[in-house]
């Protein structure tokens, strides 16, 4: 079966400061990765996926992250995070169309 | 486009009475999905339709738990009989594209607490 860990619950940083989300993986055949964002009274917002190719995706909002297959990791990076981006980040791998497999979430704290 | 909708937003019930949420997809979405979202925990697949057709149920989905989409556009989840553990974010999505290029769109869930 397949699953990710989101061994970060909480992530406190400083506004500009860079932050990494770390999302490890498990899975037997071939992958697909999402990390997705959900701020306060919002629904879930796709940030980037990793489908194949580059193994360096970007995403929405400034994110990018590094699919690594020889450590099974998908970080999710940013080099200067605002006040804004604090909310929930969920990492997720795909099992079959978009039957998604979500961690446990990151909480990114940002403070001014 | 107007986004995936649901209704209500929240939801407080006694044990033991049953409760509807609806989803208004996307217009022209033709998969729609739904998901369990419990504190401190990740969103959990619970079942997805194809047009009106049902295509695959998590085992989370109790007896007491029935999803419709009667003419492929809304769909609504009902829980029978409602336990204090089913107090979660129900989350609906529906999605454009096919394959690899599918893309969900989530509404902002209901909350449902049972007291």
């Known amino acids: 079966a397949q699953s990710v860990t989101q061994l970060d619950s909480q992530v406190p940083v400083f506004e500009e400061a860079p932050v990494e989300l770390r999302c490890n993986y498990s899975?037997?055949?071939?992958?697909?990765l999402f990390w997705y964002v959900q701020y306060p009274n919002q629904g879930l917002q796709l940030l980037l996926k990793?489908?194949?190719?580059?193994?360096l995706v970007k995403g929405i909002n400034g994110f990018e992250a590094e699919f690594n297959k020889s450590q099974t990791s998908f970080h999710l990076r940013k080099p200067s995070v605002h006040i804004s981006d604090t909310a929930e980040y969920f990492c997720?791998?795909?099992?079959?169309?978009?039957?998604?497999?979500f961690g446990t979430g990151t909480r990114l704290l940002v403070s001014p | 486009d107007t986004g995936v909708s649901q209704d209500p937003r929240h939801k407080i019930t006694k044990r033991g009475q049953n409760v509807t949420f609806r989803c208004d997809p996307i217009?022209?979405?033709?998969?729609l999905y739904w998901y369990r979202q419990t504190l401190g925990q990740g969103p959990e697949f619970l079942t997805y339709?194809?047009?009106?057709?049902?295509?695959?149920k998590s085992r989370l989905l109790s007896d007491r738990f029935s999803a419709e989409r009667p003419k492929g556009s809304f769909s609504t989840l009902e829980i029978q009989r409602t336990e204090q553990g089913d107090s979660a974010m129900y989350l609906c999505?529906?999605?454009?594209?096919?394959?690899?290029?599918?893309?969900?769109?989530f509404g902002s869930g209901t909350q449902l607490s049972v007291l």
């Open positions: 999505a529906s999605s454009s594209g096919q394959g690899v290029n599918e893309k969900l769109f």
């Open positions: 899975s037997s055949v071939s992958v697909y």
């Open positions: 990793y489908l194949s190719g580059s193994t």
């Open positions: 997720a791998v795909n099992t079959g169309f978009q039957k998604l497999v």
């Open positions: 217009s022209e979405h033709n998969r």
């Open positions: 339709f194809q047009n009106e057709a049902q295509l695959e």
